[in-house]
C-alpha cells in the first residue's frame, strides 16, 4: 500500500491530515453573529429575503450549508451562504432576520457562535 500510495503522490500523513481537516470539528469557526436587513441583491446575485434561512460569510462559497450554534442557549440554525460580510471585526456571519430569531431575540443584536459546515 505504501508504494501505492507513494505513486500517488501521497503519504499516510498527508492522509491523516486530510481526514482531520475534512472534520466538522476542524471547519468549526467561533465569532459573534449578528442580523442584516437591506433589500437588493446579495452578493450571490439572488434578492435578499429576510424571512429565509440564509447567512453572509466572508470566504465560504455560495450555497455552503452552514450550522449556527448560540454559545449562550444552543439553540441552533442551519443556514445557507448566500452574501458576503459581515465587515465588523469579531463577527464572521451576518444572518436573515428568520435565522437570527431562531437562535436569539432581535433585540440582542449580536451573539456569540459557533458555525461549523454542514
Known sequence: MT?????????????????????PAASAETCKA?????????????????????????TLPFG??????NRSNGKTVTVRINDRGPFI?????DLTPKAFKTI????QGVVGVTVTKV
Open 3 to 23: 508504494k501505492i500510495l507513494a505513486a500517488a503522490g501521497l503519504t499516510l500523513a498527508s492522509l491523516a491530515a486530510t481526514a482531520v481537516f475534512s472534520s
Open 89 to 93: 471585526t469579531g463577527r464572521c456571519v
Open 104 to 107: 436569539a431575540t432581535l433585540s
Open 34 to 58: 449578528s442580523y442584516y436587513s437591506g433589500g437588493g441583491t446579495t452578493a450571490s446575485g439572488e434578492r435578499f429575503d429576510p424571512d429565509k434561512l440564509t447567512a453572509a460569510h466572508k
Open 64 to 69: 455552503t450549508k452552514v450550522k449556527v450554534k
